[in-house]
Structure formats: C-alpha cells, structure tokens
C-alpha cells in the first residue's frame, strides 16, 4: 500500500505545523503521488516553496471533494491531512489552513493539471476475466453527455448559462447554471476514459470527435441521437471503430438490402445535394424495432438504431438491439455521481468557471478510484463489476480512511484487502434493462413532470430480450 507524501520536494516538510506526510491509502492505488508529481511538473503547477497548502495536497483536496460531497472544504482538508493530526496541530496553537487559502491555493493550481492527471490515469481497464465487458472480442465503449447544476454566481452565469424552457409563450429558466460534460465511458467497469466540459448551450455533437480519438480500433461504440451524423460514423469506419447508436424517425433511408432479421443496408449521405445526387454515401445498416410488453417503457412506441456492423449472420438484429441497452451504464454510471457521490441540491461548490472545470475532473477522478476498486474487488468473487454497490463501496471507503491513516504501514496491506472483500459483499439486484418511465421530479425539460401515477408503474412481464420485436 501506498503512502502518499505531500510536499513536492520530497521531505514532509511542515504544513499545518505537522512532519508526517498526509496519506488517503484507501484510493493511492489508483492515483499515485508520482502521477500527480509528474503532472504539476509538466503544467508548471510545482509549488516553488514549501507551502501551508501545497499543490500536491491541494490536488488531493479537489479529489477528496468527490468522496466527501457533504462537507466543506475544511473539513474534507481535515480528511486529506489527517484528522488527528489537524486536532493536534490545533492543541499547539499552530495556526490552520482558512477557507480563504484553501480557496487561493486551488486558484493557483487551476483544471488544468486535474485534466492532464485524468488523462495519464484514465484507460479501459476490463480484462478478459471482467464479465458483461465486451461483445465478440469488442470492448464496450460509451460516448453521451451530462449536466450539472452549478452555484448562481454572475461569472458562472456568464460562463455556462442557464437552460430555458418554454410554456407556451412563456419562458422559464433553470434555478441555476449549468454545466455539461460529454464523456467517453467503459461500459463494463463505469470507468471515463476521457471527459470534456462545455457550456450547456453549446451543442454536443462536435465534440464527439475527439472522444471517438480516444477509442481503440477493436472497440464498439454505443452512442445516442446526440451524435448522429455523417462525420461522425465516417471518422468511426475509417478507424476501424465499430458503432451502435440511436437515430430518429424523421432521418429517411433508402433500404438498399433487407436481411431476414429485418435489418436493412442503407447509405447516408454527407449533405442533401449529395444524396439526391448519390455521391459519396456511407453504407451502414438500419434496425426498427419496438416493444410488445406492455409493462415495459417504449412499448408500441418505434425505435431505430443504425450500426456499421454490416453482417447480419455475425450481429443479429435482436442482439444488437439488447446490447445498445447497455447505453444505460452511463446513465447508471451518471447517477452515481450526482445521487450518491454528491447528493446536493446544487451539484457542485465551485463559485468560478475554472473551479467548476477543476471540481468536475476531480470527481470524476475520485469516481475512477472508487470504480477501479469495485473492479477489483468484483474479480477476487468472479462477478460482474456492475452487480456491486456503488454507494456501499463510497461507504466503505470513507470508512476505511481514517482506519487506514491510524494503521501502521505492515498492516496496511491487509486492512486493504479487507477493504476490497467488505466491498464484494454489497450487491445489486439482478436488472433487465430500462423498467420506469422516463420522466423528472422536477419539470424543466422536454421530459413528462413525475406524477403520482409514475411511482407504481407497471413492470414488464418478460425479460428485455424476449420483448423485442423487430420491424420490418
């Protein structure tokens, strides 16, 4: 196990009047200091003196700040430093890092060098030996977006905007700003690979080409309407990438070949001139479908997707079709983040743009560390990374802190494999797809407002697979 020293020069030199370097065992695994160390010195972020507040330690708090939602920012300092150690340090009359400096010193460190950290430490990291991790030797990969509500302050108002609903001739806007990131997720493991952050306003679509950068050539993308678009699946097919995604019923296609699962060829086209001039056209392949289960969400309803995995005796539609639904890891892996990481009226604390941009790479790195964990865990029991409790293991972990700071260095080895097998014991109910009503508590969106009647909504009477129809 690591212990994770603080000072950039190397000594435990003194900060909050302490000579030990701070540790937070528990996720060091994930992010080593050297990783950290390594990126203020490539950013210039390397505190040029020993500080009160250190870069190193301060890039520690914006992680910390993910796992410890719930507490000011002093308190979570208090969880980086060592809790016994501030309350010793306080008996000794030696003055504490304020809100104040701690706010100065994360102004000085900035997102960037939380940016480069989540790249340097960001992979797929499903084996062979994860389960649900991959479809015929393709690793499951996911690309979509989400948005987080920010603090009301006129710079982050000016920076990323409020979202506007219309009521007739009314219009209405959101209580806060809001921030949104277009992420590019494993779906096996719930690890982001790559996150970029935009203004709500801005459209998400160009931004999924420098996502889809960072796929492997043996990967299948699953991506929303969102992204639908001719450059997009062609940047895809020239890497190699295969693609799985949803496009809308008002896109018309000319059914070139129809297979006997009821998927079809068809060729899109670049701009309208060049498909009524049938110049240049991108040969992909077309699956309609809809639901006969009355209990399930979608049912009656017409779906599309459109996928370049051309061979249908390979991919059959109805596998495809179950295997997109696995999109839905990222909406799982969404709310894990805002329901259970944060769990706050207002998502994050950061009252400038670039705190903002800055907070989010560090809980995304701190959902990183606790996903790693979980999949380490899953695999000492042999079982699917997604069958454990996200929420038991944050628990787990903020637990295992203190006990672990407190422990000498010869147990930690075992307190940490402790640690991972308390992890393998919260599990999750087995799950079959999207169940509920996609509808929201509160109405600002394009979405039904959540009505009594939504709270006992009839369950599908067969499981998902079994549901599907395909159109033909």
Same mark, same amino acid.
């Given at each position: 196990?690591?212990?994770?020293?603080?000072?950039?020069?190397?000594?435990?030199?003194?900060?909050?009047?302490?000579?030990?370097?701070?540790?937070?065992?528990?996720?060091?695994?994930?992010?080593?200091?050297?990783?950290?160390?390594?990126?203020?010195?490539?950013?210039?972020?390397?505190?040029?003196?020993?500080?009160?507040?250190?870069?190193?330690?301060?890039?520690?708090?914006?992680?910390?700040?993910?796992?410890?939602?719930?507490? $000011? =920012?002093?308190?979570?300092?208090?969880?980086?430093?060592?809790?016994?150690?501030?309350?010793?340090?306080?008996?000794?009359?030696?003055?504490?890092?304020?809100?104040?400096?701690?706010?100065?010193?994360?102004?000085?460190?900035?997102?960037?060098?939380?940016?480069?950290?989540?790249?340097?430490?960001?992979?797929?990291?499903?084996?062979?030996?994860?389960?649900?991790?991959?479809?015929?030797?393709?690793?499951?990969?996911?690309?979509?977006?989400?948005?987080?509500? =920010?603090?009301?302050?006129? =710079?982050?108002?000016?920076?990323?905007?409020?979202?506007?609903?219309?009521?007739?001739?009314?219009?209405?806007? &959101?209580?806060?700003?809001?921030?949104?990131?277009?992420?590019?997720?494993?779906?096996? +493991?719930?690890? +982001?690979?790559?996150?970029?952050?935009?203004?709500?306003?801005?459209?998400?679509?160009?931004?999924?080409?420098?996502?889809?950068?960072?796929?492997?050539?043996?990967?299948?993308?699953?991506?929303?309407?969102?992204?639908?678009? %001719?450059?997009?699946?062609?940047?895809?097919?020239?890497?190699?990438?295969?693609?799985?995604?949803?496009?809308?019923?008002?896109?018309?296609?000319?059914?070139?070949?129809?297979?006997?699962?009821?998927?079809?060829?068809?060729? /899109?086209?670049?701009?309208?001139?060049?498909?009524?001039?049938?110049?240049?056209?991108?040969?992909?392949?077309?699956?309609?479908?809809?639901? $006969?289960?009355?209990?399930?969400?979608?049912?009656?309803?017409?779906?599309?997707?459109?996928?370049?995995?051309?061979?249908?005796?390979? %991919?059959?539609?109805?596998?495809? /079709?179950?295997?997109?639904?696995?999109?839905?890891?990222?909406?799982?892996?969404?709310?894990?983040?805002?329901?259970?990481?944060?769990?706050?009226?207002?998502?994050?604390? &950061?009252?400038?743009?670039?705190?903002?941009?800055?907070?989010?790479?560090?809980?995304?790195?701190?959902?990183?560390?606790?996903?790693?964990?979980?999949?380490?865990?899953?695999?000492?029991?042999?079982?699917?990374?997604?069958?454990?409790?996200?929420?038991?293991?944050?628990?787990?972990?903020?637990?295992?802190?203190?006990?672990?700071?407190?422990?000498?260095?010869?147990?930690?080895?075992?307190?940490?494999?402790?640690?991972?097998?308390?992890?393998?014991?919260?599990?999750?109910?087995?799950?079959?797809?999207?169940?509920?009503?996609?509808? =929201?508590?509160?109405?600002?969106?394009?979405?039904?407002?959540?009505?009594?009647?939504?709270?006992?909504?009839?369950?599908?009477?067969? &499981?998902?697979?079994? &549901?599907?129809?395909?159109?033909?």
């Amino acid at each position: 196990m690591i212990s994770i020293g603080l000072t950039e020069s190397g000594s435990a030199a003194a900060w909050d009047g302490g000579d030990q370097p701070a540790v937070l065992e528990a996720i060091g695994r994930y992010v080593p200091p050297e990783a950290i160390a390594e990126v203020l010195g490539r950013t210039g972020r390397a505190s040029g003196r020993v500080r009160k507040v250190p870069a190193m330690a301060v890039v520690w708090l914006v992680i910390a700040m993910g796992l410890w939602a719930d507490a $000011d =920012v002093r308190s979570v300092w208090r969880q980086v430093v060592g809790t016994l150690r501030t309350l010793l340090a306080a008996l000794a009359g030696t003055k504490l890092a304020t809100k104040s400096a701690l706010s100065q010193a994360r102004t000085r460190l900035g997102p960037r060098p939380l940016r480069q950290l989540l790249l340097a430490l960001s992979a797929p990291i499903a084996t062979s030996a994860t389960h649900g991790a991959f479809y015929k030797g393709m690793r499951l990969m996911v690309i979509d977006s989400q948005k987080f509500y =920010v603090p009301d302050t006129p =710079v982050n108002r000016r920076a990323f905007g409020k979202s506007v609903a219309r009521h007739t001739e009314h219009k209405t806007e &959101s209580a806060w700003p809001l921030v949104q990131t277009i992420r590019l997720l494993e779906a096996g +493991t719930h690890m +982001t690979v790559d996150l970029l952050v935009k203004p709500q306003r801005n459209h998400e679509y160009p931004f999924g080409s420098t996502l889809l950068r960072r796929v492997g050539s043996s990967d299948l993308v699953l991506w929303d309407g969102g992204f639908y678009g %001719y450059s997009l699946l062609k940047q895809a097919c020239e890497r190699g990438v295969a693609v799985l995604g949803w496009v809308g019923q008002h896109i018309i296609f000319d059914r070139i070949q129809i297979f006997e699962d009821g998927s079809y060829l068809a060729r /899109i086209y670049p701009t309208p001139t060049d498909r009524i001039a049938r110049k240049g056209g991108l040969l992909v392949r077309v699956i309609d479908y809809t639901f $006969d289960d009355p209990g399930r969400p979608g049912h009656g309803e017409p779906h599309r997707l459109i996928t370049n995995l051309l061979d249908a005796a390979r %991919y059959p539609a109805t596998e495809l /079709i179950v295997l997109y639904h696995q999109r839905w890891e990222i909406e799982i892996a969404n709310d894990e983040i805002v329901t259970h990481q944060l769990d706050r009226n207002v998502d994050l604390r &950061s009252q400038t743009p670039a705190g903002v941009v800055q907070e989010l790479y560090g809980i995304h790195l701190a959902h990183n560390a606790v996903r790693a964990l979980m999949h380490e865990s899953a695999l000492s029991v042999d079982l699917d990374p997604r069958q454990l409790s996200f929420i038991h293991a944050v628990r787990v972990i903020r637990e295992a802190v203190p006990i672990m700071r407190a422990a000498s260095t010869t147990q930690l080895p075992r307190l940490y494999a402790a640690m991972i097998q308390l992890m393998a014991q919260g599990r999750l109910p087995p799950r079959d797809g999207r169940i509920n009503p996609r509808v =929201v508590k509160v109405k600002q969106s394009h979405y039904l407002r959540k009505r009594p009647e939504h709270y006992h909504w009839p369950q599908p009477l067969r &499981s998902f697979e079994h &549901s599907v129809r395909v159109l033909n």
